[in-house]
């Protein structure tokens, strides 16, 4: 009888620690849901889920941010340009762009 009544004593606590149990893992997963993130060669524009709307005055750069409940990313992808620097005289820039007009205009008379 002693036994049951040990239980019995012990069941508030038990449903407190249950309680809080859940409470903390729910505030974990929705701290951990306020956050979205960019990747690499991505812009991003916030997109509010409740009210609809995208925020225009703020373009974001790759990385991890807080967005909030409810907001998410529209992710845009950049634009890949590449540069390349090379040591050439003078004389061979100019060759190369009058080859690279000669080619332009070669490919929109005769192919177009």
């Known amino acids: ?3 049951c009544r040990d239980l019995r004593d ?3 606590l038990t449903i407190k620690i249950g309680v809080s149990i859940s409470i903390i893992i ?5 701290i951990a849901k306020s ?10 524009l916030l997109y509010n889920g409740v009210s609809v709307k995208i925020d225009n005055d703020n373009v974001y750069d ?5 967005v909030g409940l ?7 992808r950049t634009p890949r340009i590449i540069y390349v ?8 820039y100019v060759t190369t762009i009058i080859f690279a007009l000669l080619k332009h205009y070669i490919y929109r008379y005769l192919f177009l």
Do not use: C, E, W
């Open 1 to 3: 009888m002693g036994f």
């Open 10 to 12: 012990n069941r508030p």
């Open 26 to 30: 729910t505030i974990i997963v929705l």
């Open 35 to 44: 956050f979205d993130g960019i990747d690499a060669h991505q812009y991003g």
């Open 62 to 66: 790759t990385g991890l941010y807080y």
């Open 70 to 76: 409810g907001n998410s990313f529209i992710h845009v």
């Open 85 to 92: 620097y090379t040591k050439i005289s003078i004389n061979d």
